[in-house]
């Protein structure tokens, strides 16, 4: 064999070679890509806009669910409370009562993720909102990740509220929330569905456990206010490593003064 055919040789193997490892590098982006979609959470507008009264819908149900197929919101005009599960979206009103929801409505404020459960919690003995969340704050890995939350489960009661649609001009949401209807279901079975957020995500999301309800038969549920265990639940969490957050492009939104503290807001409402 020649030089000039050794060098060819050389030449050629080396662009091979080269060409084989843009390729694995190009897979390894996709990848990692795609395992940063799975692991998102994408959230339309902010908890202190919809405290502040900005309930026009920015975003349809549609695309929303495009980007997770559960999760927690509320619709155009605060007409009722939102539950995204098994990649449907359900309206609990202001009568208690579920019905899904067409793609086109639209969402103020709205979680979402890909559900993929990392690892499960199961709980027993449990009789009040404040126990379910401190024990399933305690075996969070760590405190400062997003993670979101599914449970299948039996229970004496399960107190939930809605919100009746509003008109404008729009109160701010405390203001709604001081006379929202509550519902006590008791000795149903259903999802809750939600989220817990770390301290940090403030102003933006809700810090710590954001749970909603859906009963088995889908025909009532909403925002959770109390509930009672009738007997074991198991949870699933995923942990949630990256939050996409989907400004509205609306007027409502670039008017609103977001410099105040709705903390204390935020408390009266959630809880």
Same mark, same amino acid.
Request: glycine residues 10%; hydrophobic residues 45%.
């Given at each position: 064999?020649s030089?000039r055919?050794?060098l060819?040789?050389k030449?050629l193997?080396g ?5 084989? +490892?843009?390729?694995a590098?190009a897979?390894v ?6 395992d940063?979609g ?6 339309v507008s902010t ?8 309930y026009d819908?920015a975003?349809?149900? @549609?695309?929303?669910?495009r980007h997770g197929d559960? &999760? ?6 605060l007409?009722?409370?939102?539950v995204? !599960?098994?990649?449907?979206a359900w309206?609990?009103g202001?009568d208690?009562k579920?019905?899904p929801v067409?793609?086109?409505e639209t969402t ?5 993720t890909p559900?993929d459960?990392?690892f499960?919690?199961t709980?027993?003995n449990?009789?009040?909102? +404040?126990? !379910?969340?401190?024990r399933?704050?305690a075996?969070l890995?760590?405190?400062?990740m997003?993670?979101?939350?599914r449970a299948?489960g039996s229970f ?6 809605s919100v009746p649609?509003q008109?404008?001009?729009y109160r701010p949401l405390a ?5 929202q209807?509550e519902f006590?279901l008791?000795g149903?079975? @259903?999802?809750i569905?939600?989220?817990y957020?770390?301290?940090?995500a403030?102003?933006?999301g809700?810090?710590g456990?954001h749970l909603?309800? !859906?009963?088995?038969?889908? &025909?009532a549920g909403g ?5 009672r265990?009738? @007997?074991?639940?198991?949870f699933e ?11 509205? +492009?609306?007027p409502a939104?670039?008017a609103?003064? !977001?410099?105040?503290?709705r ?9």
């Amino acid at each position: 064999m020649s030089k000039r055919t050794r060098l060819i040789i050389k030449i050629l193997l080396g662009i091979v070679l080269y060409m084989l +490892a843009v390729l694995a590098s190009a897979a390894v982006v996709r990848a990692g890509e795609a395992d940063s979609g799975r692991d998102a959470l994408w959230q339309v507008s902010t908890i202190d806009a919809l405290l502040a009264g900005v309930y026009d819908g920015a975003v349809p149900v @549609g695309e929303l669910l495009r980007h997770g197929d559960l &999760g927690l919101g509320t619709f155009d005009a605060l007409d009722g409370e939102m539950v995204v !599960l098994d990649g449907a979206a359900w309206r609990v009103g202001a009568d208690g009562k579920a019905r899904p929801v067409p793609a086109d409505e639209t969402t103020p404020f709205a979680q979402v993720t890909p559900f993929d459960p990392d690892f499960r919690v199961t709980l027993d003995n449990v009789g009040s909102l +404040a126990e !379910l969340t401190a024990r399933l704050g305690a075996a969070l890995p760590s405190a400062n990740m997003f993670y979101a939350v599914r449970a299948r489960g039996s229970f004496e009661l399960v107190r939930t509220r809605s919100v009746p649609r509003q008109s404008r001009p729009y109160r701010p949401l405390a203001q709604v929330a001081a006379s929202q209807p509550e519902f006590s279901l008791a000795g149903t079975s @259903g999802d809750i569905v939600g989220f817990y957020g770390p301290p940090f995500a403030k102003a933006a999301g809700v810090p710590g456990f954001h749970l909603h309800y !859906l009963d088995a038969a889908r &025909g009532a549920g909403g925002h959770m206010l109390d509930v009672r265990f009738a @007997g074991p639940v198991t949870f699933e969490l995923d942990t949630t490593t990256t939050l996409v957050l989907a400004l509205p +492009a609306t007027p409502a939104f670039a008017a609103v003064d !977001l410099a105040p503290d709705r903390e204390a807001e935020l408390e009266r409402v959630e809880r």
